[in-house]
């Protein structure tokens, strides 16, 4: 945790400002690369992707930045000279058809900062880092885990997109394969920091600019299979079945209840996919998959909830003749924010004249890597109406303005700035 002796506000600083319209209109600029609609579709790697990180590496350069594009497609921005700096980022790819603010409103708060920082004369560092495949086309948060060197070589080597493309060729088609990679240097980099749209209704609904996020949650995400028989579902009586469908649906209606007296206040679960086969109306199910996720920002919730699924699993194993499996798919651990920069963020907000609110982030960021391997902070903003990963996702041009604003006043406090 961070001194907060380190977060003083010099006088000098008061002179320190970003300014918004240059980074709207940075905003606006990055959109329009793949824009679709109202919204932006890059997926990791495709043209439009790789067009969006040649545009900011010459930002970067542009605002006096030392930047390269490593090879996984960080594209990795420092401020000269500095031997102590504050790593700021996001990512730029997204969803098919997803907003122009997730991840991209990120990396465009550290460019900006960084150009106010240099602007105003001020001693002291801003890096900016927009990681690659945050979004999961060939594996998630790829660019981020090789940052802080908790990336496998045989998870990147094994990597492919959704059509069967492979994650290497698709790295030497865009030109980055060969090159070294950017990591996290210790010795220089004192905090990182990322700012956010919410992706979901309580900023806006509470009337609150500014959330400052405390923990990332974790996530479960398990598979439960019913194998029972194929039958002609007009001549097989209801008591003769081995109704693999049925003992789903049975199943689900049951454990929504075990899970919510489980629950705490901050755990969601969702039921994301539903399979019958052969799934045909006049075939009794032969098989039947549940795929159920769920998320807290306390690992002992998380292991509590899949204990509840298996006890349920072995309890419905063999009723009606259908047998039943669970197994886990995937699961990642919560990650906790450094309190020092949350009350940072939280002064930073007030000296702005904005209300905050302490709140967990339910969606995975590069933040949840990064956290483990230097103090870390998130900041977010209110989306209008909830929305995110679709076009629809916006959010107030002031409320940007203003999200940046707190963040170059969190990266001052973090570098004890003076004229």
Same mark, same amino acid.
């Given at each position: 945790?961070?001194?907060?002796?380190?977060?003083?506000?010099?006088?000098?600083?008061?002179?320190?400002?970003?300014?918004?319209?240059?980074?709207?209109?940075?905003?606006?600029?990055?959109?329009?690369?793949?824009?679709?609609?109202?919204?932006?579709?890059?997926?990791?790697? @495709?043209?439009?992707?790789?067009?969006?990180?040649?545009?900011?590496?010459?930002?970067?350069?542009?605002?006096?930045?030392?930047?390269?594009?490593?090879?996984?497609?960080?594209?990795?921005?420092?401020?000269?000279?500095? @031997?102590?700096?504050?790593?700021?980022?996001?990512?730029?790819?997204?969803?098919?058809?997803?907003?122009?603010?997730?991840?991209?409103?990120?990396?465009?708060?550290?460019?900006?900062?960084?150009?106010?920082?240099?602007?105003?004369?001020?001693?002291?560092?801003?890096?900016?880092?927009?990681?690659?495949?945050?979004?999961?086309?060939?594996?998630?948060?790829?660019?981020?885990?090789?940052?802080?060197?908790?990336?496998?070589?045989?998870?990147?080597?094994?990597?492919?997109?959704?059509?069967?493309?492979?994650?290497?060729?698709?790295?030497?088609?865009?030109?980055?394969?060969?090159?070294?990679?950017?990591?996290?240097?210790?010795?220089?980099?004192?905090?990182?920091?990322?700012?956010?749209?919410?992706?979901?209704?309580?900023?806006?609904?509470?009337?609150?600019?500014?959330?400052?996020?405390?923990?990332?949650?974790?996530?479960?995400?398990?598979?439960?299979?019913?194998?029972?028989?194929?039958?002609?579902?007009?001549?097989?009586?209801?008591?003769?079945?081995?109704?693999?469908?049925?003992?789903?649906?049975?199943?689900?209606?049951?454990? @929504?209840?075990?899970?919510?007296?489980?629950?705490?206040?901050?755990?969601?679960?969702?039921?994301?996919?539903?399979?019958?086969?052969?799934?045909?109306?006049?075939?009794?199910?032969?098989?039947?998959?549940?795929?159920?996720?769920?998320?807290?920002?306390?690992?002992?919730?998380?292991?509590?909830?899949?204990?509840?699924?298996?006890?349920?699993?072995?309890?419905?194993?063999?009723?009606?003749?259908?047998?039943?499996? @669970?197994?886990?798919?995937?699961?990642?651990?919560?990650?906790?924010?450094?309190?020092?920069?949350?009350?940072?963020?939280?002064?930073?907000?007030?000296?702005?004249?904005?209300?905050?609110?302490?709140?967990?982030?339910?969606?995975?960021?590069?933040?949840?890597?990064?956290?483990?391997?230097?103090?870390?902070?998130?900041?977010?903003?209110?989306?209008?109406?909830?929305?995110?990963?679709?076009?629809?996702?916006?959010?107030?041009?002031?409320?940007?303005?203003?999200?940046?604003?707190?963040?170059?006043?969190?990266?001052?406090?973090?570098?004890?700035?003076?004229?």
């Amino acid at each position: 945790m961070i001194s907060r002796a380190s977060f003083l506000w010099a006088a000098g600083l008061e002179k320190m400002d970003i300014d918004g319209r240059r980074l709207v209109d940075d905003l606006r600029a990055l959109a329009r690369i793949g824009k679709v609609g109202t919204g932006v579709n890059r997926l990791a790697f @495709t043209p439009d992707d790789v067009a969006a990180r040649q545009w900011l590496l010459a930002r970067m350069g542009a605002a006096g930045l030392d930047a390269r594009i490593d090879g996984l497609g960080n594209v990795y921005g420092q401020t000269p000279g500095a @031997t102590k700096a504050v790593v700021i980022g996001s990512h730029t790819d997204t969803v098919p058809k997803g907003g122009w603010l997730d991840g991209a409103m990120g990396v465009i708060y550290g460019l900006e900062i960084a150009r106010a920082v240099m602007e105003s004369g001020a001693e002291g560092g801003v890096d900016v880092v927009s990681f690659a495949d945050e979004e999961g086309t060939f594996l998630g948060t790829l660019g981020s885990r090789s940052f802080v060197g908790e990336l496998r070589e045989e998870d990147l080597a094994g990597a492919v997109n959704g059509d069967g493309e492979a994650l290497a060729a698709s790295l030497l088609a865009a030109g980055y394969g060969h090159e070294d990679r950017a990591k996290l240097d210790p010795a220089r980099h004192i905090a990182y920091l990322e700012g956010h749209i919410e992706q979901g209704p309580r900023l806006e609904a509470e009337g609150v600019r500014i959330g400052v996020v405390t923990s990332i949650v974790g996530m479960r995400r398990m598979l439960v299979v019913f194998h029972g028989q194929a039958d002609h579902a007009g001549t097989t009586p209801m008591a003769m079945r081995k109704d693999a469908g049925g003992r789903m649906v049975d199943f689900a209606h049951e454990l @929504t209840g075990k899970l919510g007296a489980t629950a705490g206040k901050d755990t969601v679960w969702n039921f994301g996919r539903m399979v019958f086969e052969p799934g045909a109306s006049n075939v009794v199910p032969q098989r039947a998959e549940l795929l159920i996720e769920f998320r807290d920002i306390d690992m002992a919730v998380i292991d509590e909830m899949e204990a509840v699924i298996r006890t349920g699993v072995a309890a419905a194993d063999g009723l009606g003749g259908v047998r039943t499996e @669970t197994s886990v798919l995937e699961t990642s651990a919560p990650a906790h924010m450094d309190a020092s920069i949350g009350a940072a963020i939280e002064a930073a907000a007030k000296a702005a004249g904005a209300m905050s609110l302490a709140m967990p982030s339910g969606a995975g960021h590069d933040a949840m890597h990064l956290a483990s391997h230097v103090p870390s902070g998130m900041l977010f903003i209110p989306s209008k109406g909830g929305r995110s990963h679709d076009t629809a996702e916006d959010s107030a041009e002031e409320d940007i303005v203003l999200g940046c604003r707190v963040m170059a006043g969190t990266v001052a406090r973090l570098l004890g700035l003076s004229e």
